[in-house]
């Protein structure tokens, strides 16, 4: 994919996002950031969001000031160029990094971590115009030794979190929700099992030798270690409103077919499942997958969820009560 109105030394799509986060991050040219952002480029994560290339700044050198060493490992880029120059990519990031600095997780405790990490960026006149963000915090939490169910009743009693609605548009890009049943089979089997539980899916839909990244830092290999994550998830939400809004389908030479979806899904915490007591609380999902297929059926997978968000969403739902 050529790429117009970008540098000459950018191959493709994947190129540039490969390049460009190296230079800032480990490269440490975090500058650079003036260069690849635009001015008031909105970022948005389940945990906040802000607008400006000067808040891209601050996060990065707040991030580098707690694991200094931390590496960004690309792993893959699945990238569409919605209209003319306008493009769209979904980056997978794994980090490797030391807790070595004060920040957000506390004192420093000098243990190591991995976590991954999906970006989707809006790329447009050789900058990323918007971008949405996320990381598996509870996998890094537990992996520093804290409880991400406590570090979402702190994130709660810092600030009220915006309304189920407000949560929602934060996930919507400018193509807002998109038909599920036009994109195909495999975002109608998505649906299937968030919004109607229809484990069965799993089985039919997905390899045997299912690989599969999922939040806290898991893998889960095979169809019984994929059903207890789903069953986790699904008491303790077990119905809901499943939107997609982008979606990447794309069948390149010589590699497997590769989806990305950026999604959410509007519920109710109405079963005890992997987040506590059932609380009533209205929650949102705001989730990014990546997945590889075998024509219909997935073989590998990458969940990305912030669980530390969706324990502040309850929390703040059962303080509220109180």
């Not at 919004?195 to 839909?205: I, K, T, V």
């Amino acid at each position: 994919m050529s790429l117009t109105g970008f540098d000459a030394q950018f191959v493709d799509l994947r190129d540039y996002i490969f390049k460009i986060t190296e230079w800032i991050w480990e490269g440490r040219g975090i500058d650079l950031i003036r260069d690849y952002y635009a001015e008031d480029c909105p970022v948005k994560t389940p945990g906040g969001a802000f607008s400006g290339v000067e808040g891209v700044i601050r996060g990065t050198l707040e991030t580098l000031q707690e694991f200094p060493d931390r590496s960004l490992l690309g792993e893959d880029v699945i990238d569409s160029e919605d209209a003319p120059g306008t493009y769209y990519s979904s980056h997978r990031i794994f980090s490797h990094m030391t807790h070595a600095g004060e920040g957000a997780f506390g004192a420093p405790t000098g243990m190591r971590a991995g976590v991954m990490t999906i970006a989707d960026c809006l790329c447009r006149e050789n900058r990323i115009v918007d971008e949405w963000l996320v990381r598996d915090q509870a996998g890094l939490a537990r992996q520093l030794g804290h409880s991400p169910a406590a570090l979402g009743e702190a994130l709660a009693a810092k600030a009220a979190l915006p309304d189920a609605e407000a949560l929602v548009e934060r996930w919507r890009g400018p193509e807002g929700d998109l038909d599920i049943d036009a994109l195909g089979p495999v975002a109608v089997r998505y649906r299937d099992l968030w919004q109607h539980a229809r484990l069965e899916r799993l089985r039919d839909g997905y390899d045997r030798a299912i690989d599969a990244k999922v939040p806290g830092a898991r893998t889960l290999r095979g169809h019984d270690d994929l059903e207890r994550f789903w069953f986790g998830y699904k008491g303790a939400f077990p119905a809901g409103q499943f939107r997609i809004h982008h979606w990447i389908d794309r069948e390149d030479a010589g590699e497997p077919r590769r989806v990305a979806l950026r999604w959410s899904l509007s519920t109710t915490h109405q079963g005890g499942g992997v987040f506590g007591p059932a609380s009533g609380a209205p929650v949102v999902l705001l989730g990014i997958t990546h997945a590889e297929l075998r024509g219909d059926t997935v073989v590998r997978e990458w969940h990305q969820l912030d669980e530390i968000a969706i324990h502040a969403q309850i929390a703040q739902h059962r303080q509220q009560k109180v």
